[in-house]
């Protein structure tokens, strides 16, 4: 298989014992994990295995998740750590000026006076808005809030941002 995977959880944990994993959610699509859908299971040094979700809920900010034909804890055990993908065929067409995670993190991001301030590391999603976590060259990390009055352009192709810091953002 060599088409490009994507990250959508990472399983942290079992849940209980009949075969429920704790799923530690890396997408903000919530059809990602609804019953019926496939993933695939991606461990160490082996082959993808492809899942189909037989249950999911939500519970204290993780999903659980549960697959076809592993109904029991010791099935599933061995899939701490493991990452459930999604493959570029089964990304969503997204409406303009919305983005993947993964197009965004690794973007350079330059001050509206063309300074380069660092690279977009990672998305934090807190609340109302995301806030991109930027690594400086030197120094603390950026967060920069992912708002109109802030990021001013989005070149995915260039994997160039342009922001307005607000006063005290850089800091």
């Not at 997408?27 to 492809?50: C, W, Y």
């Not at 029991?72 to 750590?81: A, P, R, S, T």
């Amino acid at each position: 298989m060599n088409e490009k995977m994507f990250n959508i959880g990472k399983i942290i944990n079992t849940h209980g014992i009949r075969g429920e994993v704790k799923v530690h959610r890396i997408s903000d699509f919530d059809d990602r994990f609804e019953v019926g859908e496939t993933l695939l299971l991606v461990m160490e040094n082996k082959q993808p295995i492809q899942l189909e979700i037989d249950s999911h809920r939500t519970h204290k900010g993780f999903e659980l998740i549960s697959f076809k034909g592993f109904n029991n804890i010791n099935d599933v055990e061995h899939f701490k750590g493991s990452y459930l993908k999604i493959t570029e065929s089964q990304l969503t067409d997204l409406e303009e000026d919305e983005y993947y995670y993964h197009e965004i993190i690794g973007c350079n991001v330059y001050s509206i006076n063309e300074e380069m301030l660092g690279t977009i590391k990672e998305i934090l999603s807190p609340g109302a808005n995301d806030v991109w976590v930027v690594k400086q060259p030197k120094g603390k990390d950026l967060l920069i809030p992912y708002i109109e009055d802030v990021v001013k352009s989005i070149d995915i192709d260039a994997k160039k941002v342009v922001i307005e810091p607000m006063e005290g953002l850089l800091d």
